[in-house]
């Protein structure tokens, strides 16, 4: 072996451990970021969970939620954001459910659930301190009384619904309800 090629394998060598070293440090990182996961919520068993509160603990932001047709206790999802789906039919949950102090870069969505029985004098649905977009779609609330304080909702909505760009606080009651409505649809 002539002195030029040593000199070069000496160069190389250097740079091929250096090379192994971040591709171990990569795969390493690569490992640790888990991507968003679907979760299964069924009352009768066969899922992943047997009810929303242990699976909304349980689930990581941008998870998603798929809750079978059943009856479920109330939950409240506090600074993540999360998908929380009906699967066929509309599941029901019992309580007060809340979304609080979602960061502006979280969005949570709440679609096909019908929610009831809050306790006397609480809303059906609480949306408090949320910088991020909160969906509500084809849902149900219900309430024991039939009014509700003009501060009663705080809704998150999205100022460009295609971006999720931004967001905007609009309190809800039940006389603007219908004025919010238009609104939305303005939006699209």
């Not at 390493?28 to 009352?43: D, F, G, H, K, Y």
């Not at 242990?54 to 999802?77: E, H, I, K, M, Q």
């Not at 929610?115 to 991020?132: H, I, M, Q």
Request: proline residues 6%; contains cysteine.
């Amino acid at each position: 072996m002539n002195v030029s090629r040593f000199r070069l394998m000496i160069a190389i060598v250097p740079c091929l451990l250096a090379l192994r070293a971040s591709a171990q440090d990569l795969y390493r990182v690569a490992r640790s970021i888990e991507m968003p996961r679907t979760w299964t919520v069924n009352a009768s068993g066969g899922a992943d969970f047997t009810n929303l509160p242990p699976a909304v603990l349980a689930a990581r932001s941008g998870d998603v939620l798929l809750v079978a047709p059943g009856v479920y206790s109330s939950f409240t999802l506090e600074g993540k954001g999360l998908t929380i789906l009906g699967d066929g039919g509309t599941p029901t949950v019992n309580g007060r459910t809340s979304v609080l102090s979602l960061p502006a870069d979280e969005v949570v969505v709440l679609r096909s659930l019908k929610l009831k029985n809050a306790p006397l004098g609480e809303e059906g649905l609480r949306l408090r301190d949320n910088a991020g977009a909160v969906w509500v779609e084809d849902c149900t609330v219900e309430h024991y009384q039939d009014w509700l304080p003009t501060d009663a909702w705080l809704f998150s909505v999205p100022r460009d619904p295609r971006s999720m760009a931004g967001t905007e606080r609009a309190a809800t009651s039940r006389a603007s309800v219908g004025a919010r409505r238009e609104r939305m649809e303005a939006l699209d």
